[in-house]
């Protein structure tokens, strides 16, 4: 079994409303084909049929005040109400108390104790590592979570040289704004492509999308409906060359926001669940209500 975690920050199910949802404005063909015509909104989940589940799952946890990332992302990581047990959403970055729940008790940490690959497929550029290095960055939860396995965080050579994919998919932002012009560049439709060949080579992968959330921050329409739409084309390539009887992909994220860009905060909409595979292996799935019911699942289904 192979497991392709996306991760799309800050992406909620919301109104139908095309004044304030991206997801009613933008054309999503191949995402709206598999949801038998419909879009990505609330009203939407639940949906099922021979490729595809949609849920929609808490990221609110009975906990007071809107989620967050660093215990949103802590929580679909180890399947452990952390807001609860500490009585607060925090975020962007873990503090301490977030970040004990980030070592030894993730996903990647139980695949890589279970003798198993696991990997982030984003590539970091070198001033993301100065950054750390200097103490003026801290890691969010993902990145916290890889390196407190032992597993390496994916480097611009190891972008150069094929191993990993840029945060953008295609690759535009490495030359673009950070000043890499020999960068590799990849269409939409290639860059999918791309993600399920890395995807293939470890039991459990991830894939970490940020922009969707800084979207939301900046209510900015235009930049969130691009980002829809590219995506829907890299989801086009990725199952495109997808093997659904040997791997399943899902899809979540840790708390609402670009749904709804009538405000900058996060919001308590329900998130979407979305996965592709087979019906036995999104069965394992079908009785998760909230992000806490995410990692047990994928935990189940990789045996670890």
């Given at each position: 079994?192979?497991?392709?975690?996306?991760?799309?920050?800050?992406?909620?199910?919301?109104?139908?409303?095309?004044?304030?949802?991206?997801?009613?404005?933008?054309?999503?063909?191949?995402?709206?084909?598999?949801?038998?015509?419909?879009?990505?909104?609330?009203?939407?989940?639940?949906?099922?049929?021979?490729?595809?589940?949609?849920?929609?799952?808490?990221?609110?946890?009975?906990?007071?005040?809107?989620?967050?990332?660093?215990?949103?992302?802590?929580?679909?990581?180890?399947?452990?109400?952390?807001?609860?047990?500490?009585?607060?959403?925090?975020?962007?970055?873990?503090?301490?108390?977030?970040?004990?729940?980030?070592?030894?008790?993730?996903?990647?940490?139980?695949?890589?104790?279970?003798?198993?690959?696991?990997?982030?497929?984003?590539?970091?550029?070198?001033?993301?590592?100065?950054?750390?290095?200097?103490?003026?960055?801290?890691?969010?939860?993902?990145?916290?979570?890889?390196?407190?396995?032992?597993?390496?965080?994916?480097?611009?050579?190891?972008?150069?040289?094929?191993?990993?994919?840029?945060?953008?998919?295609?690759?535009?932002?490495?030359?673009?704004?950070?000043?890499?012009?020999?960068?590799?560049?990849?269409?939409?439709?290639?860059?999918?492509?791309?993600?399920?060949?890395?995807?293939?080579?470890?039991?459990?992968?991830?894939?970490?999308?940020?922009?969707?959330?800084?979207?939301?921050?900046?209510?900015?329409?235009?930049?969130?409906?691009?980002?829809?739409?590219?995506?829907?084309?890299?989801?086009?390539?990725?199952?495109?060359?997808?093997?659904?009887?040997?791997?399943?992909?899902?899809?979540?994220?840790?708390?609402?926001?670009?749904?709804?860009?009538?405000?900058?905060?996060?919001?308590?909409?329900?998130?979407?669940?979305?996965?592709?595979?087979?019906r036995k292996s999104r069965g394992e799935f079908a009785e998760v209500t909230d992000l806490?019911?995410?990692?047990?699942?994928?935990?189940?289904?990789?045996?670890?």
């Amino acid at each position: 079994m192979k497991i392709l975690f996306l991760f799309l920050d800050g992406i909620g199910l919301g109104e139908n409303d095309p004044g304030i949802n991206p997801f009613s404005r933008a054309s999503m063909p191949c995402l709206e084909s598999l949801l038998g015509g419909k879009k990505l909104i609330k009203s939407t989940a639940p949906f099922e049929n021979e490729q595809v589940s949609l849920l929609a799952i808490d990221p609110n946890l009975g906990v007071k005040g809107l989620p967050q990332s660093a215990t949103g992302q802590a929580v679909l990581l180890t399947g452990i109400n952390i807001p609860a047990e500490l009585n607060y959403h925090y975020g962007p970055k873990p503090n301490p108390e977030v970040a004990q729940y980030l070592d030894g008790k993730t996903i990647f940490s139980k695949t890589v104790q279970a003798g198993k690959k696991a990997a982030l497929l984003n590539a970091y550029p070198p001033r993301y590592f100065d950054g750390i290095d200097s103490g003026k960055r801290l890691y969010s939860s993902i990145p916290l979570a890889l390196t407190n396995a032992g597993l390496p965080l994916f480097t611009d050579k190891d972008y150069y040289e094929g191993r990993a994919l840029s945060a953008d998919f295609t690759g535009e932002g490495w030359r673009e704004f950070l000043g890499f012009p020999e960068a590799p560049v990849f269409d939409s439709h290639t860059a999918g492509i791309k993600l399920g060949e890395l995807a293939r080579q470890y039991d459990f992968s991830f894939f970490e999308y940020w922009a969707s959330d800084y979207a939301g921050h900046k209510q900015d329409m235009v930049s969130a409906v691009k980002q829809l739409e590219t995506f829907d084309t890299v989801l086009r390539g990725l199952l495109d060359n997808w093997q659904n009887e040997g791997g399943l992909i899902l899809l979540t994220s840790d708390h609402g926001n670009m749904e709804d860009l009538s405000t900058r905060k996060h919001t308590a909409a329900q998130v979407p669940l979305i996965l592709f595979g087979s019906r036995k292996s999104r069965g394992e799935f079908a009785e998760v209500t909230d992000l806490t019911g995410v990692a047990p699942a994928i935990s189940t289904l990789l045996a670890i």
